[in-house]
């Protein structure tokens, strides 16, 4: 069977840059696809394609060395991970009106596109939401089968995105989503019936640290994108919260209770990548709480995102703004406080009825801190909300495998 993949990161510098989150996604799925064609008996293809299109020299490099489809170190690396999925690079490519899919990717039997999870949306920017979604609807227009992954669906408040996102909805073949607010608003805006399931970076491995006797370490991921406003640097995503001053009162609160507080960044460019003046990088952030707070432990530099989850499980508590990262604690029994800068957050963690979530777009920041503050207290009660949420977790992760692998059958008629 041949499956295409859009919308998901497989390298550092790849797609999302350096966003673990994006990376957790990767690693999650393939975990899952393992899963179903092991229990088979079967082997998949894998064909993952990039967000970017390749230009017309790419496209004539390409004929010329007849490498349409090709393995690379990247892909060799996946395919040596999971025992029963081979991969494989697709592209597609764009000049002025003219694009075209791959031979590789046209051939799929169908394609499963997660748009990095958080990304079907005009929250980060018109452009972005356009790249993304043309992907989505060359595919369609191929004749194709789109699945929609498990991911945050909207909002989309410009008119002109909001049509073309519910042309894509209506043509897909099956749309998952990870929360209830999504799947109320796909139901809102289109005919499509979405399938309620969560997040599929629950499914990330790790292996878990032991705790330090008579140390309380607590995990404090700031976001560099938050730091400095979003990509526009104007309080894009409308935070009520003065995140900085947040950041510094909490580090000054932690540190004065005797907590070794660790900073963890969870999206950042490796030495070589992108310019420091990139706003969404955590290591801004944490090189600028470290100058103003030398007591603290900036945590090593992290390959995967399985390298950062077994280091989160090491802490006694943490506080993110990364949802992956909170994802990381929450799926490691981790007492965990994101900190929620979109619908993304709630809908995730209410689905899981667990309530400690900091509402950046909502509170004010004296309440943010003074129920950080709270909770940070109160980390046994939240330990025993996490006791309570791992059933719900388990139920949904199975109810999710069996969807997938429902859908697979469908396809393999």
Request: proline letters at 4%; a neutral charge.
């Amino acid at each position: 069977m041949k499956i295409g993949v859009l919308g998901l990161a497989l390298r550092r510098n790849g797609m999302c840059g350096g966003n673990l989150g994006c990376l957790a996604l990767g690693y999650s799925f393939f975990e899952i696809l393992n899963r179903i064609a092991i229990k088979n008996g079967q082997i998949f293809e894998i064909v993952c394609v990039g967000v970017n299109p390749i230009g017309i020299n790419g496209l004539l490099k390409c004929a010329i060395k007849k490498i349409v489809t090709y393995n690379d170190k990247q892909m060799s690396y996946y395919s040596s991970l999971y025992s029963n999925l081979s991969f494989f690079k697709g592209y597609y490519w764009e000049y002025g009106s003219r694009s075209r899919l791959s031979d590789d990717l046209l051939s799929c039997d169908f394609v499963i596109d997660f748009t990095a999870g958080d990304s079907f949306t005009d929250l980060y920017g018109r452009e972005r939401f356009f790249q993304r979604t043309r992907l989505k609807e060359m595919v369609e227009e191929s004749g194709i089968p789109l699945i929609l992954g498990s991911q945050t669906i909207g909002p989309f408040k410009d008119e002109d995105v909001r049509e073309m996102a519910i042309r894509v909805l209506e043509k897909s073949k099956c749309v998952y989503v990870r929360d209830k607010e999504s799947m109320q608003y796909v139901e809102q805006i289109s005919s499509v019936k979405p399938i309620l399931t969560t997040d599929i970076a629950f499914f990330l491995p790790y292996e878990r640290r032991p705790k330090q006797p008579n140390v309380k370490k607590i995990g404090f991921n700031p976001s560099g994108l938050l730091w400095w406003g979003g990509y526009t640097k104007d309080n894009q995503f409308e935070l009520k919260v003065d995140y900085q001053m947040y950041c510094r009162v909490i580090l000054e609160y932690l540190l004065n209770s005797g907590y070794e507080v660790h900073l963890i960044m969870h999206a950042y460019f490796l030495q070589g990548q992108k310019s420091n003046s990139y706003p969404d990088n955590d290591r801004l952030a944490v090189e600028s709480l470290y100058k103003d707070f030398p007591t603290t432990i900036i945590a090593p530099s992290f390959q995967t995102p399985m390298e950062a989850k077994s280091y989160i499980s090491g802490m006694d508590l943490f506080i993110g703004a990364r949802m992956h990262a909170t994802i990381a604690a929450l799926s490691a029994s981790i007492p965990v406080i994101p900190f929620s800068y979109s619908r993304k957050f709630e809908g995730l963690f209410s689905s899981l009825e667990y309530p400690y979530v900091v509402e950046g777009t909502k509170w004010e920041t004296k309440k943010a801190i003074d129920m950080t503050k709270n909770w940070v207290l109160d980390s046994a009660e939240m330990k025993n909300c996490i006791s309570k949420c791992e059933k719900t977790i388990e139920d949904k992760n199975n109810f999710l495998l069996s969807e997938f692998n429902h859908t697979i059958e469908n396809f393999s008629h």
